[in-house]
């Protein structure tokens, strides 16, 4: 069935580092993919999304590719900040409605 | 900005109580959700409800969920008697369409089942 395996958290980092936060799915035929995030307290808001392979989701100074060749939709950031403290959950849906998730990732940037 | 929300945004509850978590979704969407996520895991599907039905539903959600649009603007999930296991939070969601639409999630409601 369709699954999303993504990266143990939790991740710190230090203000203005490089993120990676690395996301694989299963899947059969051409599922959309997205990054969730979940701040203190709020719900998941949609961070980026991308629809078909090499597509490219940017937002924020996050971005993630589609790959359809090693099934993966990595999130990275060049510069995290302080506000970017969150959980951080890749996710896909395939024609259906419904979302599967990844475990989610927690991250923590100190000043 | 519009949004979904949740409440209570935490439920306590003994093992065999029935509860209702409530959720309104954002009034333009057409399409309602349930999800869970027990501490430590993934965030799970449960429902989802659509032209006031169940459109897809999840193993998860047995004979013990039911859901429930009562009014044109609550989406309601119902747990009839509760178990241990159920101790988790429920996210509600709304969008306007199927697949690629962003789907809009409220805050949760942390349930926990004594």
């Known amino acids: 069935g369709d699954s999303v395996t993504q990266m143990e958290g939790p991740v710190t980092l230090s203000e203005e580092a490089f993120l990676t936060i690395n996301c694989t799915y299963t899947?059969?035929?051409?599922?959309?993919l997205f990054w969730y995030v979940q701040y203190p307290g709020e719900g998941l808001q949609l961070l980026l999304k991308a629809t078909k392979a090499d597509d490219k989701g940017s937002n924020k100074g996050f971005e993630a590719t589609y790959r359809k060749e090693t099934t993966s939709f990595h999130l990275e950031k060049g510069s995290v900040q302080v506000s970017d403290s969150a959980v951080y959950f890749c996710?896909?849906?395939?024609?259906?409605?419904?979302?599967?998730f990844g475990t989610g990732t927690r991250l923590t940037v100190i000043p | 900005e519009p949004e979904v929300t949740q409440t209570p945004s935490h439920q306590v509850t003994q093992m065999g109580q029935e509860v209702i978590l409530r959720c309104v979704p954002i009034?333009?969407?057409?399409?309602f959700y349930w999800y869970r996520q027990i501490l430590g895991q993934k965030v799970e599907f449960l429902v989802s409800f659509y032209n006031n039905e169940i459109s897809e539903k999840s193993e998860i959600f047995d004979d013990q969920f039911s859901v429930e649009r009562p009014d044109g603007s609550n989406f309601t999930l119902k747990i009839r008697s509760t178990k241990l296991e159920d101790s988790a939070m429920y996210f509600c969601a709304s969008t306007r369409g199927r697949a690629a639409y962003e789907q809009y999630f409220g805050p949760g409601t942390r349930l926990t089942v004594t």
């Open positions: 899947a059969t035929g051409y599922p959309s």
């Open positions: 009034s333009n969407h057409l399409y």
């Open positions: 996710a896909l849906t395939r024609g259906a409605n419904n979302l599967f």
